[in-house]
C-alpha cells in the first residue's frame, strides 16, 4: 500500500480543530442565541423546497438529454459500435430520470425514518 504522512495526519488534525472547536463553544450560554429553532418538519420543508426547485431544472435537463441521445442515434448511422454507446447513454440517462423523478419517494423513506409527518410531502408540492 502506498501511504504518505499527510494521509496519516489529515485524521488527527481535523479531530484537533473540531475538539478546540467544540471546547472553544463549551462555556458559552446559548440560550438567548439569535436564530430559529428548527423542528424535524421546518427542516424537511427546507429540503422539499431544494428538491423542488432542483427537480424543475433537472427537468430541463432531461428534455436536452433527450434530444441529445436522439441525435446520438442518429449520429450512429447503422454503425454497431456508435449505436451500443448511444443505447448505453441512453439507458444511463433513463436511470437518472429515475433518480430524479423519485425524489419525493427519497424524502419520503427518510421523513418516515426520521419519525417525521412524511404525508405532507406526497407528492411533492411545489408552488
Given at each position: 500500500?502506498?501511504?504518505?504522512?499527510?494521509?496519516?495526519?489529515?485524521?488527527?488534525?481535523?479531530?484537533?480543530?473540531?475538539?478546540?472547536?467544540?471546547?472553544?463553544?463549551?462555556?458559552?450560554?446559548?440560550?438567548?442565541?439569535?436564530?430559529?429553532?428548527?423542528?424535524?418538519?421546518?427542516?424537511?420543508?427546507?429540503?422539499t423546497?431544494?428538491?423542488?426547485?432542483?427537480?424543475?431544472?433537472?427537468?430541463?435537463?432531461?428534455?436536452?438529454?433527450?434530444?441529445?441521445?436522439?441525435?446520438?442515434?442518429?449520429?450512429?448511422?447503422?454503425?454497431?459500435?456508435?449505436?451500443?454507446e448511444?443505447?448505453?447513454?441512453?439507458?444511463?440517462?433513463?436511470?437518472?430520470?429515475?433518480?430524479?423523478?423519485?425524489?419525493?419517494?427519497?424524502?419520503?423513506?427518510?421523513?418516515?425514518?426520521?419519525?417525521?409527518?412524511?404525508?405532507l410531502?406526497?407528492?411533492?408540492?411545489?408552488?
Amino acid at each position: 500500500m502506498n501511504f504518505s504522512i499527510t494521509k496519516l495526519l489529515n485524521f488527527p488534525i481535523a479531530l484537533t480543530v473540531l475538539l478546540l472547536a467544540k471546547s472553544a463553544f463549551a462555556g458559552t450560554d446559548l440560550s438567548n442565541a439569535p436564530g430559529i429553532n428548527l423542528t424535524i418538519q421546518d427542516v424537511l420543508g427546507i429540503i422539499t423546497g431544494l428538491a423542488c426547485w432542483i427537480s424543475r431544472v433537472a427537468l430541463a435537463f432531461i428534455v436536452i438529454a433527450i434530444v441529445f441521445y436522439g441525435v446520438k442515434f442518429m449520429m450512429a448511422k447503422g454503425d454497431p459500435t456508435k449505436l451500443t454507446e448511444a443505447r448505453k447513454s441512453f439507458l444511463w440517462g433513463l436511470v437518472g430520470v429515475i433518480v430524479i423523478l423519485g425524489t419525493y419517494t427519497i424524502i419520503a423513506t427518510v421523513a418516515n425514518a426520521l419519525g417525521a409527518d412524511y404525508t405532507l410531502f406526497l407528492p411533492l408540492k411545489c408552488s
